[in-house]
């Protein structure tokens, strides 16, 4: 197998794409790629300060080293879980990835900072532990930006994790989160901008990218992962695509370009701030304080209203992708 | 050859002297769903592997929220 473009020996091959490349040509077409996503969809202005989620694992590393690469003004945020080994290691990884780049880090933990830790949120809340992970994960990406007046957060999504959030979604028909399940969410009512760069890039990829530039990433899944909704509707789009190569980037980058908006009406909150926190939320109290309440076994007034119900039912059953609902 | 799996880790011994595609397809893996690695390097799925290779076998999913 050849190189497309230099044919020397390939090392990784993109059937969808129909294509191979050997190490050197695929770093350069994958940050290519990522250049070409973040002007397309100009999900970075001139001088804008970056904040990088990052979370030890590849995407978010390969992510964190095209920004730099690109030269863009970008600094890592980690969030501590509190789950054990597996989050010692990830700071650990992400640590040394700052470190050896000479690249800015900033670390939140849920344990110094919020008094909760995610195993203990999970086994007391009303959530399933996917879901307090991913809403505080949310609520801290975006407090943390805009207390340090950054102008953009981006997140290592790829095409895997949207095409799979869009297959729960549609499973559900969820138009609400369909019709925000956008590449770029523009800043508003207290929420910083969010961008996917990576969302054309498949997991393949993004793992490839990080081992060919020798980025120690945490291969180890999360121990608190198994029977993950999000992984059984991977499973499930990964076993069509095996038959009909690219399917899966027709669903996900066909709803970008035809399907969005349709759904556009859907997308419609209005937003006020919490009482506890002030970050924005649709109820009195958002999902995080909820959420953190009942960590703590605390009292808090709101976690009976209706409306809020819903959006915690909402929440649960998708885990990963809701940037506009941190409420 | 010895093949090294990931997640959970665990060694297996499968024979040697064929392609990279066919040790996936006896250990029921997708290739578009892992990294096979050998020695440091990405291996492709035509790539033939000797009986005396160590491989690497590395999932590319990531689950749970992001």
């Given amino acids: ?327 | 050859m010895r093949v090294r799996l990931r997640n959970p880790d665990r060694e297996v011994e499968v024979p040697g002297d064929r392609t990279v595609r066919a040790v996936l397809d006896e250990l029921g893996v997708n290739p578009d769903t892992v990294l096979v690695i050998r020695a440091g390097e990405l291996l492709t799925r035509e790539v033939r592997l000797g009986d005396v290779d160590e491989i690497e076998v590395r999932p590319v999913i990531s689950g749970g929220s992001r």
Wanted: aromatic share 8%; hydrophobic share 40%; proline share 3%.
């Fill in chain 1, 1 to 327: 197998m050849r190189c497309r473009r230099c044919r020397a020996a390939a090392v990784i091959e993109i059937r969808r794409n129909n294509a191979a490349y050997c190490k050197t040509c695929f770093v350069q077409v994958f940050r290519e790629h990522v250049k070409r996503t973040i002007e397309r969809h100009d999900m970075v202005a001139a001088g804008d300060r970056i904040l990088v989620a990052v979370s030890g694992g590849k995407d978010s590393l390969a992510l964190w080293d095209v920004l730099l690469d690109l030269g863009h003004d970008a600094t890592g945020l980690y969030l501590g879980l509190g789950i054990g080994a597996y989050s010692g290691r990830s700071r650990e990884v992400v640590q040394g990835f700052a470190a050896a780049r000479g690249a800015a880090l900033v670390e939140v933990d849920l344990e110094r900072d919020y008094g909760f830790d995610i195993p203990t949120a999970g086994a007391r809340g009303a959530r399933s532990t996917c879901a307090v992970c991913g809403l505080s994960k949310r609520y801290v990406f975006n407090r943390a930006a805009l207390e340090g007046g950054f102008d953009v957060v981006a997140t290592g999504h790829n095409l895997d994790d949207e095409a799979a959030t869009l297959l729960g979604n549609t499973l559900r028909w969820q138009t609400e989160y369909i019709a925000r399940q956008a590449p770029v969410l523009p800043a508003k009512e207290g929420l910083v901008k969010k961008v996917k760069p990576l969302h054309r890039l498949s997991e393949l990829e993004t793992a490839a990218y990080a081992f060919l530039r020798g980025i120690d990433y945490v291969v180890e899944e999360c121990p608190l992962v198994a029977g993950n909704t999000q992984l059984r509707y991977k499973e499930a789009m990964n076993a069509i695509e095996a038959g009909s190569p690219g399917t899966k980037a027709q669903f996900f980058l066909g709803y970008l370009e035809r399907g969005m908006p349709l759904f556009a009406t859907a997308d419609d909150v209005d937003l006020r701030p919490c009482e506890r926190c002030g970050q924005p939320t649709t109820g009195r109290f958002c999902a995080f304080c909820r959420a953190r309440a009942q960590a703590l076994g605390e009292r808090i007034d709101a976690l009976v209203e209706d409306g809020e119900v819903v959006g915690e039912l909402a929440d649960e059953v998708l885990p990963a992708e809701i940037y506009g609902r941190t409420g």
